[in-house]
């Protein structure tokens, strides 16, 4: 979902339900596409000052919830992993670099890995990291990671079967610097270190405990270190699923979340000093930090807000250059319904700049639901669903201009590599006329402003009875007024061929807590219940490959996809050579454009983000990734 992709122990993240909802997260110190988008035009010339608190807005419905990833669905999103469990817990590896889509190696554990034996070895060397404990980040650590990860993949929502932790065959720490992992064959190294590695966060060893050891209370004392050559609980499977049991239960205490043993073991630039239930989260910064750069704020706190009008009243009544003010914002954003008032946003203080996650929004249908799949089933159905769906006007009408087309599963904001010439031309552009031929040449009596009717079965599909109507349940995520009026639009133009779309709206964790159980192919059961959902779309990890969404039976399958073409071109992708890397990129990327799997496509949202104007540094992140040990204010 983009309510994402998954990062933390997944890469991609389910992300909220227009550009906004999650891009928000995306500040960092990399950018999010072209210089005219990702970087803040506060450049904030003059010394640097050290302090200050930076009060950074959270998006609605956005707030961070989760400190272990393991556990349930509504924990893997990109405000838990890239805006909250990062600045504590640093990923193997980075990702954005200088507005692109890349690996930031300087801002990353592991060094660039080198691949071996015909790319089905990876050799990892660590770059100096220390936990709070004063223990170093080591190898050991990145494989009790893995260890914990492959014991409760079933409770781990990344999985996908034969994917990541499964491609492993053997993973090893031969030195305290260096991982090896030993691969089941060879893989494509881009597609592998970009979706793969980046899911590995390396975890104290302090952590791998089954109970508090004597002495220790879930709010008082220190996990003491294990002693070299210790047998450990997660080198067993059995061990290894209970010591995530053990973190999971640690985990849904909140309230703990400050003054855990477990939790305040950190290794990154910041520790938590504050965090309550409705999202509010305090950070200072860690001092036993070695990372390669050090905070310079002094605090940084993510404030939540119950809608994005109460975010923008907090902007326009904010003074961003008061450097220790409790409510003030020092970074905000303009809801795209406020856009009108952008001068109004910079001449309180701040310079604005255009952030894009490497994501794409899209609608998703259930091709598994008892009563509508077997007519979702039917490719010509969906391609007429696309034709009602107007982009270039939503995205000037509702979006303000701040939103991308989405005509395929690669992202065109920001700007990257990865997305070929079909994929930009837009094989299903908005056409009533088009819709209404789809329906007619297939045995539809098509009824305007009525309700239109299966008029010959043998033409309408397998399983459609004559009479049988076009109507659907489309649940959307409320709040957004961007998604309001899109939705409302789609309503409106299903209604000039006869289709009839019941809208709904609820809150996100209802909307994307309807897919649960999932869906699978050929298995239509009461509990697929939901027809039609729209939570917003999916963040990539870096590599735009569709394993977690199109292969039959993978766990963010959400529509029920089955396709042995799309199963073998994902495999193709993910084990090719560099050499035809882009070849077989572009032949799956062109075979979910054509066909639609479970979803229809909608634009795109980006997000105004506002920065104050003396705040040095800030600028976004394509990933979502949080970096404000970079930033700092200057003087004037």
């Known amino acids: 979902m983009r309510a994402g992709g998954k990062r933390g122990w997944g890469a991609k993240v389910l992300a909220s339900a227009i ?14 596409g072209a210089s005219k988008t990702a970087q803040s035009a506060s450049a904030a010339p003059g010394a640097a000052e050290q302090g200050g608190t930076v009060n950074w807005a959270e998006q609605p419905a956005s707030a961070p919830n989760c400190i272990f990833p393991i556990g349930p669905l509504t924990c893997f999103t990109s405000f838990n992993a890239s805006s909250f469990q990062n600045l504590l817990y640093r ?11 890349a690996i930031n190696y300087r801002l990353s554990i592991g060094q660039r890995p080198v691949f071996s034996h015909g790319n089905s070895e990876v050799t990892i060397h660590l770059n100096h990291y220390m936990w709070s404990n004063g223990e170093p980040v080591t190898g050991r650590d990145v494989v009790f990671a893995f260890n914990l990860v492959k014991a409760n993949k079933d409770e781990w929502e990344p999985y996908v079967p034969g994917q990541f932790p499964d491609n492993v065959a053997a993973i090893t720490a031969p030195n305290p610097t260096t991982v090896v992992l030993r691969l089941t064959h060879a893989f494509n190294p881009t597609w592998f270190a970009y979706n793969e590695l980046t899911q590995l966060v390396p975890y104290p060893l302090a952590w791998d405990i089954t109970k508090f050891p004597s002495g220790v209370t879930a709010t008082s004392g220190h996990l003491p270190v294990p002693g070299k050559g210790a047998a450990l609980p997660d080198t067993t499977r059995a061990g290894a699923k209970a010591v995530a049991a053990f973190l999971e239960k640690q985990a849904k205490s909140v309230a703990d979340y400050t003054r855990s043993p477990v939790w305040r073991v950190v290794d990154g630039p910041w520790r938590l000093q504050q965090f309550t239930t409705t999202g509010l989260a305090v950070f200072v910064p860690n001092s036993h930090y070695t990372g390669p750069v050090k905070p310079r704020i002094a605090k940084f706190v993510e404030l939540p807000f119950t809608s994005a009008s109460a975010e923008f009243n907090q902007l326009l009544t904010s003074n961003p250059s008061n450097q220790h003010s409790g409510t003030s914002l020092t970074v905000g954003y303009v809801p795209p319904q406020d856009l009108r008032q952008r001068s109004r946003v910079q001449g309180q203080g701040y310079d604005l700049s255009t952030a894009y996650n ?16 077997h007519i979702l089933r039917q490719l010509y159905i969906r391609q007429a669903l696309q034709h009602l769906i107007d982009q270039p006007q939503w995205i000037q009408k509702f979006y303000a201009g701040v939103a991308a087309p989405t005509y395929g599963p ?3 904001e920001p700007p990257n590599r990865f997305a070929d010439k079909f994929e930009r031309s837009n094989p299903y552009p908005f056409s009533i006329a088009k819709a209404r031929q789809l329906l007619t040449s297939h045995g539809w009596d098509v009824k305007p402003n009525g309700l ?3 008029g010959n079965p043998a033409k309408c599909g397998p399983g459609i009875a004559k009479g049988t109507p076009l109507e659907f349940k489309l649940l959307y995520v409320s709040g957004q007024t961007s998604l309001d009026d899109s939705m409302k639009a789609f309503a409106s133009n299903a209604s000039l061929v006869g289709i009839k779309l019941d809208l709904s709206s609820g809150p996100f964790s209802t909307v994307t807590g309807s897919v649960v159980p999932i869906c699978q192919p050929g298995k239509p059961t009461t509990a697929c219940a939901w027809q039609m959902l729209n939570w917003g779309g999916w963040v990539y990890s870096g590599y735009p490959s569709g394993e977690d969404l199109f292969l039959t039976g993978a766990e963010g399958n959400y529509g029920g996809w089955d396709s042995r073409l799309t199963n073998r071109l994902i495999e193709e992708v ?6 035809k890397e882009q070849q077989v990129l572009d032949q799956y990327q062109n075979d979910i454009a054509r066909n639609l799997p479970g979803m229809l496509f909608q634009p795109t949202g980006g997000t105004v983000m506002a920065a104050a104007k003396n705040l040095a540094h800030y600028s976004t992140n394509p990933f979502g990734y949080l970096d404000p040990e970079t930033w700092y204010f200057t003087k004037k």
């Open 574 to 579: 993910t084990t090719t050579g560099e050499a």
């Open 91 to 101: 990923p193997l590896y980075w990702l954005g670099k200088d507005g692109r889509v």
């Open 358 to 373: 490497f994501a794409f929004d899209f609608i998703v249908v259930n091709m598994q639901n008892a009563k509508v799949g």
């Open 452 to 454: 239109t009717t299966c």
């Open 410 to 412: 690669v992202p065109l």
């Open 19 to 32: 550009g906004a909802g999650l891009l928000l997260s995306a500040c960092s110190g990399s950018g999010s």
